[in-house]
């Protein structure tokens, strides 16, 4: 049986709610009953080239090749049974569940694996009237929408049986019932917003460190399991806004519960206050106040995350994922410096890099121990090379400073990361992806993991297993459209059109989202740009585009997307001096230039290949 290849295949479950009480009302009544409502439905999954599975009871299986098929039936069976309910007697109300996923087709013709019981709890979390759908078949469905359904978000809720939440959807159809109660499952889990945290003292030089607890919060609550982070770029993003309250900050940020902090330094002292506030009711959920040594700070932090997993009633990951403590220095200096050199690092332009090489550098002087501030140095060293000088020398360094954190600690996920892309980016692609495995071995909710390892997969040409990491990245990151965006090219490049619209679609929604918080987030501006010429909304690319090229005109990595974006909408010219410039000004990343399907019809041109010949 293990041996049975898997199909994908869109899985579709209905059953009727209360039919218990409906057959002993009805008595012998029920059996026709049940049986118009069998032929309404066996009638719309064949209409729409399902196949039926299996029935049991008032339970119906089908499975369909495509979920935009399965919709529609869930559409034209609910109104069936509206109708029904309208001008007959015997009044009864269907749920449905749709899911995407793969399983092995037995030998009987039905179909086994975990994807097919996922299906079964959508439907089970849905009331009667309800058509519900999981995250995969929302986003695959998402751009064929039957006219006059739309897509509602539920939220994250635990369905039975299953330990990660699953992100529900209710397909809202004209002329039938669309107010229900919450699904009928786990409750929902939490969407935790962490704030900046405030400097209270007079001494502004310890702002930076306040941002620092914020952010290394988020990152250890980003491993609880049943929780929903939102990512530090979104929360920082409203950082310097004039002052909002708490339901505006929930509302920009999509939290259900936001957590507030301010921290009073005074010596070698300092007081940190945090309080977990329920959005929706204004509770409080729990507040904490800690009078510690400096040096306890990384405590502190860890003890913060645990009391509001224990607030939410969620539960922390294996031990295997280290807390705060564990990775920090016990300097308090270097871990300043250390901060300091992420915040400079994370601009990615020449000179914010070279300002975080110094900051890194200066930690490492305060702690030679540090595994994270050279993983600092490493990256850095790693971006120079690719973007702007593709030297020996920075290749060495990031070589160097990446297998120092090795060896200081083997345990740190970030650190194979780390020695991941250095790995890489000297061709020793083996062992390159033994680290990346080995990350995820560690932390299997590290984004930068999966992130990172997509895109060397993709360099190499990988695309199934690119596709697979920027997939599983986002999932782990909600609000990304990095890894969507990918996606979306990954699938397109594979010929899987559907999946391709659907994740490209995802992802301009999410840079969106990140542009309302960060107008000037140039990334987002020119990969939604991608996406937009992709999806064939030239005005909208162009737009985007032009934005990004105003703001950041000598940026390498922007001229190489203004490159693909221009490629995608047939202007070859631009595309080619653009690409020009980007090397000009240092990009050195061959394999993307050998792969990218974006810049397909640049190749042939004599310019292009001058071009490539340079890299050469």
């Known amino acids: 049986m293990h041996d049975l290849p898997k199909e994908r295949k869109t899985f579709f479950f209905t059953d009727m709610e209360g039919s218990t009480r409906i057959a002993q009302r009805l008595g012998e009544g029920y059996a026709a009953v049940l049986e118009r409502y069998r032929s ?82 959508v439907c089970s979390a849905a009331h009667g009237g309800q058509v519900l759908l999981s995250e995969a078949s929302a986003q695959a469905v998402q751009p064929k929408l039957p006219t006059g359904t739309e897509l509602a978000q539920l939220g994250a809720y635990l369905l039975k049986d299953f330990e990660k939440a699953e992100n529900l959807y209710q397909l809202v159809i004209p002329g039938a019932p669309s107010e229900f109660p919450p699904p009928r499952t786990s409750i929902q889990t939490h969407t935790i917003a962490v704030l900046p945290f405030r400097n209270t003292g007079a001494d502004k030089k310890w702002d930076n460190f306040c941002d620092g607890m914020a952010e290394e919060i988020i990152v250890v609550l980003g491993k609880v399991q049943g929780l929903h982070v939102v990512s530090r770029s979104s929360v920082f993003a409203l950082k310097n806004r004039e002052e909002m309250d708490l339901q505006e900050t929930a509302r920009q940020l999509h939290a259900t519960v936001l957590l507030t902090g301010a921290v009073r330094f005074s010596g070698r002292r300092l007081r940190v206050t945090a309080e977990l ?192 990491m920027f997939e599983k990245a986002n999932r782990l990151s909600p609000t990304d459209y990095q890894a969507a965006l990918l996606a979306g090219q990954v699938y397109s490049d594979l010929g899987i059109m559907e999946k391709s619209e659907a994740a490209r679609r995802l992802g301009v929604e999410m840079a969106e ?20 010429a992709a999806l064939q909304e030239s005005d909208k690319a162009m737009l985007w585009l032009q934005r990004a090229l105003t703001l950041e005109p000598d940026d390498a990595m922007l001229q190489y997307n203004a490159a693909c974006v221009y490629a995608l909408l047939g202007k070859n010219d631009e595309a080619l001096t653009c690409l020009e410039h980007s090397v000009d000004l240092g990009l050195s990343q061959k394999g993307w230039f050998e792969n990218d399907s974006n810049l397909a019809p640049l190749r042939q041109e004599a310019r292009f290949r001058a071009l490539y010949e340079r890299l050469q």
């Open 40 to 121: 309404i439905i066996r009638s719309a999954v064949g209409h729409h080239h399902g196949q039926e599975v299996d029935t049991a009871g008032d339970g119906f299986f089908a499975v369909f090749n495509h979920p935009s098929d399965a919709v529609a039936v869930a559409v034209a069976v609910q109104r069936a049974f509206s109708v029904e309910n309208r001008t007959g007697s015997d009044n009864y109300h269907v749920r449905i569940g749709i899911h995407n996923g793969e399983a092995v087709r037995s030998p009987d013709g039905g179909f086994i694996g975990i994807e097919v019981h996922r299906a079964s709890r």
């Open 513 to 532: 989202q990140a542009l309302e918080l960060n107008p000037g987030d140039t990334r987002a501006l020119y990969l939604g740009a991608n996406g937009w």
């Open 277 to 468: 506030v329920d959005v929706e009711s204004g509770l409080n959920l729990w507040s904490g106040r800690y009078d510690r040594l400096m040096k306890d700070v990384f405590n502190v932090q860890d003890e913060i995350a645990a009391n509001i997993a224990s607030a939410l009633r969620v539960k922390l990951v294996s031990r295997q994922v280290r807390g705060i403590s564990s990775m920090q220095t016990t300097n308090i200096n270097a871990y300043d410096y250390y901060l300091r050199g992420r915040r400079f690092y994370e601009q990615f332009s020449r000179q914010s890099v070279e300002f975080a090489v110094q900051m890194f550098r200066k930690a490492v002087e305060e702690d030679d121990n540090y595994a994270l501030a050279y993983c600092g140095l490493a990256d850095c060293y790693s971006y120079l090379y690719l973007y702007l000088e593709d030297s020996r020398e920075h290749l060495d360094a990031a070589q160097q400073y990446s297998m120092r954190a090795l060896e200081l600690d083997p345990l740190l996920a970030k650190v194979h990361v780390s020695r991941g892309i250095a790995l890489s980016l000297d061709k020793h692609l083996v062992e390159a992806e033994a680290s990346f495995d080995r990350a995820i071995d560690l932390d299997p909710r590290l984004y930068e993991a999966w992130y990172w390892f997509g895109r060397i997969c993709f360099t190499e040409g990988k695309l199934e297993k690119a596709a697979a």
